[in-house]
């Protein structure tokens, strides 16, 4: 089991900027990819970013490449989203979620565990 714990979530001016954490317990060693996913109110829920623990590679959603950067820190077992240039068609709930055996990036079926997710509000 692995527990996913997302802060950092907010309401910020249009243009802004905001930082996602995603704190992992439990059988962490089992993740082989962290991913974040949104969901916009009366949307399906949709991918933003991912990364591979083994060799740090990186996915991003054509809608925030350039915007958003995906990191993570082994030593602490947390995976961040650095939001920039907020939009507000960015407003949603982000999850963050891992992968046990990589099943591909971008799509929600491929995870075995989520967060509760962080609200994320961007004004006009």
């Known amino acids: 089991q692995v527990q996913l714990v997302e802060s950092g979530g907010g309401l910020v001016q249009a243009g802004g900027s905001l930082r996602l954490s995603c704190a992992a317990s439990?059988?962490?060693?089992?993740?082989?990819?962290m991913g974040w996913f949104r969901q916009a109110p009366g949307k399906e829920r949709e991918f933003v970013a991912a990364?591979?623990?083994?060799?740090?590679?990186?996915y991003y959603a054509d809608s925030v490449k350039g915007r958003f950067t995906i990191s993570g820190d082994n030593a602490k077992n947390t995976v961040y989203l650095h939001m920039n240039s907020l939009k507000p068609e960015d407003t949603a709930v982000y999850y963050c979620?891992?992968?046990?055996?990589?099943?591909?990036?971008?799509?929600?079926?491929?995870?075995?565990?989520w967060g509760q997710g962080t609200q994320v509000t961007v004004s006009s």
């Open positions: 979620a891992s992968q046990t055996y990589y099943r591909g990036a971008s799509d929600t079926v491929g995870y075995d565990y």
């Open positions: 439990g059988h962490t060693f089992s993740s082989s990819i």
């Open positions: 990364i591979r623990w083994s060799g740090s590679r990186t």
